[in-house]
């Protein structure tokens, strides 16, 4: 009998975290799930990858090793070896909160109307970090997307938001038919792919399918783990490069009429670079002071 859900764990260069992850994974108190590895490692350590292969034996467990794939392509992957109804997304780099987290995604689900949702991210002190202030404005644009295309995240808000844009690339699920529906991922691009994934399946939301932002279940997202694409050691220059990328090769190819304001888009990427690194420097001020 086919798992009513799967869980897809794209790995790349995180052995040792991405073991932690399965071991918290094989231990969610549910009755039917697969986990399926995408493995894409070139560099880790021997004894790291003998602990993997050990978790590997489990029979929850389907391991897949590849060469690097890039992240679209993995993903898709992972669809590929998947059997269950539900479809739930991990980085390797990241933590259930609780047991329960399987099951909490399968529970939103009761909700017929509901094709995908994002669970609520939580940091190191895992508290809701946004101003009383901003509450108004983040129920309004809680995973959603500004008139330009530009989007909008705020994936540690602590509370639930109906019907938003996308969903972001870790504790989201999605029912399988729909991901089939919208074409899977966008192999043509090499990250950001949940927001060309977004536009994809934005066309086939009608009749009130909907997706949605959820606070429960939480995940804790371990930004002080190494590896993977690297991306949180872009410099600046590389940074604004992946921004201009996202305006080319996702924007003006889903959303070809927004060509017409790429200077402002610029402008829009260099906010978003000063937005990061200062992000950033709250992040490794925290990890320091542990």
């Not at 790349?12 to 991405?18: C, D």
């Amino acid at each position: 009998m086919s798992p009513r859900i799967s869980v897809i764990v794209r790995s790349y260069n995180r052995i040792k975290a991405l073991c932690e992850l399965l071991e918290v994974l094989l231990d969610q108190d549910f009755d039917s799930y697969e986990i399926i590895v995408i493995e894409q490692s070139t560099e880790y350590e021997a004894s790291d990858y003998t602990l993997l292969e050990k978790l590997a034996e489990d029979n929850k467990i389907k391991f897949f090793k590849y060469p690097p794939l890039g992240g679209p392509k993995a993903r898709n992957k992972g669809v590929e070896h998947a059997e269950g109804e539900i479809l739930i997304f991990v980085d390797d780099d990241d933590l259930p909160f609780s047991s329960e987290w399987i099951s909490k995604h399968e529970r939103a689900y009761q909700d017929e109307k509901l094709v995908g949702f994002t669970g609520r991210h939580i940091g190191r002190d895992k508290d809701c970090p946004y101003l009383s202030f901003m509450r108004w404005f983040i129920r309004k644009t809680c995973m959603s997307y500004s008139f330009l295309g530009t989007p909008y995240t705020f994936a540690q808000f602590d509370e639930d938001v109906n019907d938003v844009d996308w969903l972001h690339g870790t504790n989201s699920s999605i029912r399988r038919k729909w991901a089939l529906k919208a074409g899977l991922w966008d192999t043509s691009v090499k990250n950001q792919d949940e927001h060309s994934f977004a536009f994809k399946l934005k066309p086939c939301l009608k009749d009130g399918f909907r997706l949605d932002f959820r606070k429960e279940p939480a995940l804790i997202r371990r930004f002080d783990i190494e590896g993977g694409m690297g991306k949180r050691k872009f410099s600046a220059k590389r940074e604004f490069q992946n921004q201009q990328r996202y305006i080319k090769n996702i924007l003006f190819k889903y959303r070809s009429g927004l060509k017409f304001f790429y200077p402002v888009l610029l402008i829009w990427a260099c906010i978003k670079v000063g937005m990061q690194f200062t992000k950033r420097i709250f992040e490794n001020s925290f990890i320091k002071s542990d």
